[in-house]
């Protein structure tokens, strides 16, 4: 059995159009497996071209891969221009793009690099949700899932400043999408996310490194990209549609409120 098919069924998600940015790899990439595997058509956008091709051309049917760097307003509105030009309209939006480039302090970095990371954590989001607001409201079931961490609720040695404020600016955008968009239908939920076990995560930390993570979470074991896509899987369901402005963790109660 593979990993989309061991995942709950959603029959009401077939047909549906939905865009995942930082779709080349990582949580992105396996939420547009997932979502392709209940029936919908998958856009797929991330910066790497060769990479979100590679993913879209390995789903096959019902899949398009296209580059953007969705930190630039104008490659934003391309991308979405051409999803529009399909004639498939738009359902679910997720955002998954993000992450930081060098774990320093609020004093030695520099403001080049707090920029670039403001930029890929929360620019990004906005500029993609805004794009997004148009064709959702033609949708009968539009939904916005914006990625975000532990690191927008709580300090740690272990993440960067500019990173942990642009994903708590993430959460307050996303409620404030749910408080303008409900009156049209359209849902905004995040999902918070801790350290994942990926390819990169692990060739990035010791398993002794790893292991004291795990050893800090009570169910005592990393987050799996499965745990956060089956959140996402939930939150485009009809079954979450009086469901918006919220915050779900999927951190094995790591943080708690």
Not at 89 to 111: F, W
Not at 116 to 127: D, I, Q, Y
Request: with cysteine; net charge neutral.
């Amino acid at each position: 059995m593979t990993r989309e098919a061991s995942m709950a069924i959603y029959p009401e998600l077939s047909g549906r159009s939905v865009v995942v940015t930082g779709a080349a790899g990582g949580i992105g990439e396996q939420a547009a497996r997932a979502f392709h595997a209940q029936g919908a058509h998958v856009f797929l956008l991330d910066i790497h071209a060769e990479g979100v091709k590679a993913a879209a051309g390995e789903l096959g049917e019902r899949a398009t891969g296209l580059a953007a760097d969705i930190t630039d307003e104008a490659q934003v509105a391309r991308a979405f221009d051409a999803i529009q030009s399909t004639g498939r309209g738009l359902d679910v939006l997720i955002n998954c793009a993000g992450g930081y480039r060098k774990l320093l302090t609020v004093e030695q970095m520099d403001l080049e690099e707090w920029d670039r990371t403001v930029a890929l954590n929360l620019r990004s989001v906005f500029l993609c949700c805004r794009a997004a607001i148009a064709p959702l409201k033609q949708s009968r079931a539009g939904r916005i899932i914006n990625v975000t961490s532990i690191s927008g609720r709580t300090v740690h040695a272990a993440s960067s400043p500019a990173y942990g404020a642009a994903k708590a600016g993430v959460t307050q955008l996303t409620r404030f999408l749910a408080y303008e968009l409900g009156p049209h239908g359209i849902t905004a939920n995040t999902i918070a996310p801790l350290t994942t076990l990926t390819p990169r995560v692990a060739a990035l930390r010791s398993q002794e490194d790893l292991d004291r993570i795990a050893a800090q979470v009570p169910l005592r074991r990393l987050a799996t990209v499965d745990d956060h896509v089956a959140a996402m899987l939930y939150l485009a369901s009809d079954g979450a549609s009086f469901v918006s402005g919220v915050n779900l963790d999927t951190n094995g109660a790591r943080v708690m409120l």
